[in-house]
Antibody, heavy 117, light 106 residues
C-alpha cells in the first residue's frame, strides 16, 4: 500500500523558515517524481514544486520560486520542502503527492503550515 | 501560465440525476486530469488523461474533451459523489488546477 506521511508543519512567524518532510512507503521511491501541492484554508489546490526521480529536474510555482527548495533523499525514501522568507499567504495545508507522469496518483494526508506573528 | 476555469462553482443534484462539470483552459492542453476531494480529506485522483478512470472509481463517471474544453460526467448521481472536483493540466509548467466545483446532494 502506497503511503505518504508529511511532517514538520506548525506555527511560524513571517520571514522565518520551516522544513517539511514526506516519508514514502509501499513503492520504490527512487523511481518516481514527487510534488508538493498546497491548499489554503477554504481554498483550492495550488501546485508548489516538482522534483524528478533522480533530482535532475526541478520546477517551482512563481509564487515560491527563490524562497522554497524541494529536495529528496532516495536512501531515506523522503521528500523535503525547505521554506524560507515565509509570508502570511503561505499559510496552507501542504500535501506531498506522487507524480505519475504529469498528474498526481497518490497524496499524503497533509501538514498544516501557519504563518502568523 | 494556463488558467483553468471550472463551472459551475457550486451545484446540487438529486440522486439519479445526470451531472456534467466543465473545465475550460486558457490555452490548448493535451489532457485533463480530475481529482475528487471530500470534506476534510485529501484529494484523490479520479480521472486521468481526460477519460481514464482511476482505480476504484465507479463507472457512472466518465470524462471527455479536447483542446480547451473538458468535462466530467456522472451518469446517475449518488450520495457518495458529493464532493469538490478539481481539474488539473500537466501540459506545461506551472501545473495548474481549476478552482473547483462543489457538488452537493439535493
Amino acid at each position: 500500500e502506497v503511503q505518504l506521511v508529511e511532517s514538520g508543519g506548525g506555527l511560524v512567524q513571517p520571514g522565518r523558515s520551516l522544513k517539511l518532510s514526506c516519508v514514502a512507503s509501499g513503492f520504490t521511491f527512487s523511481n518516481y517524481g514527487m510534488n508538493w501541492i498546497r491548499q489554503a484554508p477554504g481554498k483550492g489546490l495550488e501546485w508548489v514544486a516538482y522534483i524528478s526521480s533522480g533530482s535532475s529536474y526541478i520546477y517551482y510555482a512563481e509564487t515560491v520560486k527563490g524562497r522554497f527548495t524541494i529536495s529528496r533523499d532516495n536512501a531515506k525514501n523522503t521528500l523535503y520542502l525547505q521554506m524560507t522568507s515565509l509570508r502570511s499567504e503561505d499559510t496552507a495545508l501542504y500535501y506531498c503527492a506522487r507524480a505519475r507522469g504529469v498528474f498526481f496518483d497518490y497524496w499524503g494526508q497533509g501538514v498544516m503550515v501557519t504563518v502568523s506573528s | 501560465e494556463i488558467v483553468l476555469t471550472q463551472s459551475p462553482t457550486t451545484m446540487a443534484a438529486s440522486p439519479g440525476e445526470k451531472v456534467t462539470l466543465t473545465c475550460r483552459a486558457s490555452s490548448s492542453v493535451s489532457y485533463m486530469h480530475w481529482y475528487q476531494q471530500r470534506s476534510g480529506t485529501s484529494p484523490k485522483l479520479w480521472i486521468y488523461e481526460t477519460s481514464k478512470l482511476a482505480s476504484g472509481v465507479p463507472n457512472r463517471f466518465s470524462g471527455s474533451g479536447s483542446g480547451t474544453s473538458y468535462s466530467l460526467t456522472i451518469n446517475s448521481m449518488e450520495t457518495e459523489d458529493a464532493a469538490t472536483y478539481y481539474c488539473q493540466q500537466g501540459s506545461s509548467y506551472p501545473f495548474t488546477f481549476g478552482s473547483g466545483t462543489k457538488l452537493e446532494i439535493k
